[in-house]
């Protein structure tokens, strides 16, 4: 649980505290609330005032700082727009005017997908060392985020199956690969992600872990544990006969235009598609 300190106003530190609590009796995933928390911590030492006396020019400022990629900018207006939203409810109002209110939507370019290639992945897999090996199969042939790693227990595994704790609480259920079943059939009972002292690794811990040992020691410095996500993603689609609900539900997205980002043509695919045109003569 990320915990509220040091931010400048007092009446500040209690509104996101109150507002951590409200995200958590909503079943807010951990990882987002404390997400949100420290981004919140964050702009209210960066304002003037902090958060409970800023303006919407003040937060326009904090938020569109040079060099920030427009996701970034997106997901901080977004954080600002709940909190302020909670913070001044009529029904229950903390502050009587809401700063965010006229903030302008950040427009973020469409993403492509960037799946590794075949070969990268082979590498890795060849040359890693557990535990972050096994972390890296369930990214690729399962198609883990790395908060669903952290909270993996071998008793969710199964030669047949595997089901996944997701995000805001949502659960799924996908086939097992047999080099996952390979991997964790051996493993005591408890959590499959582990710290070095042998204690259950946080969605942090398994994400700042899995990338050093990527791109640090592996030397795949592209190369980050969503992009094996996205190499699963691409792959169940195009297996799957270029299903896109197959994909959606093997993926844990609550939409399908989630699904489209991680979902790429192949080059064959292209080259065949285009090999087929009949021009006119």
Not at 178 to 185: I, S
Request: proline share 6%.
């Amino acid at each position: 649980m990320f915990t509220v300190t040091a931010t400048r106003a007092p009446h500040s530190h209690d509104l996101i505290t109150a507002y951590q609590r409200h995200l958590q009796v909503l079943s807010r995933a951990e990882a987002t609330v404390n997400t949100y928390a420290e981004e919140l911590c964050i702009l209210d030492r960066t304002l003037p005032e902090g958060l409970a006396y800023a303006c919407g020019d003040e937060l326009r400022d904090a938020i569109h700082v040079d060099g920030r990629k427009p996701a970034y900018k997106a997901k901080l207006t977004a954080i600002v727009g709940g909190f302020y939203a909670w913070a001044s409810d009529p029904g229950n109002p903390r502050l009587d005017y809401n700063p965010a209110a006229h903030l302008s939507r950040v427009k973020v370019p469409a993403r492509s997908p960037r799946p590794i290639s075949n070969e990268e992945l082979a590498d890795i897999l060849r040359r890693a060392r557990e535990p972050m090996r096994t972390w890296y199969l369930l990214a690729a042939a399962s198609g883990m985020r790395c908060c669903e790693i952290a909270d993996l227990d071998r008793a969710d595994v199964t030669a047949e199956q595997t089901w996944i704790h997701g995000k805001g609480d949502k659960e799924r259920v996908v086939p097992t690969h047999p080099d996952v079943w390979a991997a964790v059939q051996q493993m005591p009972a408890g959590p499959i992600a582990r710290t070095r002292a042998g204690r259950p690794a946080n969605r942090i811990q398994v994400q700042e872990r899995a990338n050093y040992h990527l791109q640090a020691t592996l030397g795949h410095a592209a190369v980050s544990m969503h992009r094996l996500r996205h190499w699963y993603g691409t792959h169940v689609y195009q297996s799957a006969g270029r299903d896109l609900r197959v994909a959606q539900e093997l993926l844990g997205h609550s939409t399908p235009q989630t699904t489209q980002v991680y979902v790429a043509a192949t080059a064959a695919a292209k080259s065949a598609a285009v090999s087929s045109l009949q021009l006119p003569t």
